[in-house]
């Protein structure tokens, strides 16, 4: 199996076997600050905007907010400075009190809890992470990465293995005696992060937890932090306000925008399909290909040929469908290989009968949760289409270089259909219809040049047939 | 043109006579309060006082005990620190109410106590009731301190105190060197373990000119009357601060009274003070206290307030209750600004000593009033004197103290990254 990155969406089979009370609900959640607030949440409720109601005298910070976040989901809260975001975090976990509507934590309403229940359910179920780490000063690394489970009255002995346990797992080994003064910012977060891990909590909330930190410290953070989220399972409310960080992060995200839902929806459905103009500007210069995985950009692996077949069936196949490659794969979907038009013309001008001297095995792989920004290096060495290939190693869809190349541009430019659901879509309709030699035997980068100008076998060939069977698997892919 | 003459009457409003109406209110029905309160005062500072100047071989094994006995609570052994002091409060009331001990005493040989009578003379015989529960006192400690922990600052500690107890005892039993100066050498070992060598040189000298000037036992009894007003003005300033901390209108109301506690001229309650106290020392603690205390008040408030809310907002977060909170992060980062707090009531303590000594408390504050009264220029320069290297004690030793601070132990680890 070729390297997989254990990416977040690997999780999602077993979250939704976990059942269907959400982790956290929040329902048609407002907060107002200001006297007047219970007038103002009436005439925000009849779609008043926030401007409207100045004469109250008042600051709606959330308003009319409705979602739930599933177990074992990273769901991020995405808006401006003074979009409500702190606001709604602090209202989860009942450090502050909705003016109207209700919180839920796993199917108890938290609204109306009597405080001392409040303080027990947050060190049982609900831990958080600060945006300027709220570490305490005056107490050793372990110490407060052990505060959790100190509140919660477990012996000194026990919660200190647990901290440094936790400690271990955010690869802070050796630091434990150290102050918090003493470490980097971008340690100190890793530190706030071991003690929300110590807590043992199901629920973490993330307060833009990696604002504070360096660009290249942030992305070590986020990938710390997907790696932790896959083997641990937490139900992580992360909020933020870089869209980049967002869509690395969530497998689903809510774009706030002056104290309202804009839109929630997968990284994917954000970027191809924007609610409205708001959450279209906000993503325009988003780096696309960090949010585009392989699934989503994929195209169905068309033809296919199996390995049972003689070369003479696989030319024709291939003639048929005007390609110059194709993937060879079992009636099971298993992916043996690729076969290419040269060598096959040849093997039957020389009479070979079987197929098998002739597939080559050694091809890239690629799994569809691969963000497309790491495809290109792959995609350059290949001479075929990179196969994209789960788990199992069943080939689910192809993505051929021009494909790659087409992802890149934003929707709207070259693209006539503007609604697609995937990329996959946009890519296969900006691009690509004529002629039949592509750039495959070419170097490399030629390839990747010459590409705009619109010619890729693969792609081509994908759009002229509809084979059933693998079609399905395609979109299967690109749904998800 | 004849302008009428234009003159309000403003009426009297009888401030003076309402106060006074006030003081004698409480006086004949809050009385036995009064008594009570004074009671206490007096005979802490008394008690501090002989403590101070002429220290018995009790109180200096009682003394050697507290000292173990903090070090065992800081290193988390509470029970071990606090069941030794149960058992020897209970023999020592037992001894008090109904002589138990020296009626254990008489049952024994007096063979057995010759070697001491030789050794520390006729008194021997007095000393013994109240000391013999002391030794077993100490003695348990600095057991429990080598049992009980394997920490070696604890053993090192017991360690210490034990030789100093040792040579303390030997050098004025047998040796026969004057408290004073073995009183000095405590104080000087006290500023070198916690403030440094130059406090300590300082003191040394300090304290010796206050010994040349026959003014130790003064110097003592002014020391023990600060000692108490600011462990009284302490405990009131501390919970007051963290309740103007928490609530803003405790806080609103609170200001006011604080400036007007430290405006008002302190002659004006030094009167009421006596007309409930009478003369002595407890007046003067009493105008000391309610001179002193603003600042521990504001400063305690300040120092919580100045605590990062995100760092309460984590305890809050976490599900710590307020108590947790309080004891936990705040009071331990408020910690530097409450001592500096602290600091301010003890200056502000020394700088009452005269007026305290105007009311009948003794001590240098009473040298210096004898001086102004007599018009004798050299007693009260003496005095005066006297307070100022108290004073210059205290500061720094306190200022110091800061320094063992959690939020300030950060700070360096901060500032060594
Ligand atoms: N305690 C408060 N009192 C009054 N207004 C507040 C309070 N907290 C936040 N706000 C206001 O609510 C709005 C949203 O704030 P916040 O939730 O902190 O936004 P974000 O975290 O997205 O930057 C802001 O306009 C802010 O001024
Ligand atoms: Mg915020």
Redo the contacts between chains.
Sequence with gaps: MPPLLVGRRVLRGRTTEEGTVPAVRADKLYKVFGKRANKAVELLGDGRHRDEIKQLDVTAAVIDVNFDVKAGEIFVVMGLSGSGKSTLIRML?G?LEPTAGTVEIEGTQITGLPP?EL??????K???V???F?L????TVLENAA??LE??GVPREERLVKAKESLGLVGLDGWED?????LSGGMQQRVGLA?ALA?DTDII?MDEAFSALDPLIRRDMQSQLLELQATLGKTIVFITHDLNEAMRLGDRICVLRDGRVAQIGTAEEILNDPANDYVAQFVEDVDRTRVLTASSVMEPPIPVIDPSHGPRAALRTMRENQTVSAFVVRRNRQLVGAVREGAIGEAVRNGVKELDGLVDGDIERVHPDTAVADLFHQAAESPYPLAVVDGDGRLVGVIPRVTLLAALAPIGSGDDTGNGAGGGEVAADGEGDSSVKGADEGGATAAASDAPAAEDTDSAAARASDGPPEADTAEEGSER | MNLPALSITVPRVPVGDGFKAGVDFLKDNLAWLFDIIGTIIEVCVEFLGVTLSEPSATQLFVAASVVVAVGLWLRGHRYSATIPFAVWIAVWAAEAYGGATTAMLSQLDPVLFTWAQSLFGEEARFVYPQLLPAIPLFLALAVLSFTMTRDPRQRRLAIYVICGLAAFIALHFIVGVQLSLLVTMLFVLVAWLIAGTGLAIFSLLGFLLIISMGLFDDAMSTLALIIVATAVAVAIALPLGVLAAYNDRVSNVLKPVLDFMQTLPAFVYLLPAISFFSVGEVPGVIATVIFAMPPGVRLTELGIRQVDKELVEAGEAFGAPDSQILRNIQLPLALSTIMAGINQVIMLSLSMVVIAGMVGASGLGNQVYTGIAQAQIPIGFEGGIGVVILAIYLDRLTGAVTRFSPAAKAQRAAASR
């Design positions: 976990n450090l001392a303080r027990r359910l947050r060190s049982q609900i831990s958080m600060f945006q300027h709220a305490f000063p005056h107490r505060y959790g509140v919660r150290h102050l918090p003064t003493q003690r807590a909330l």
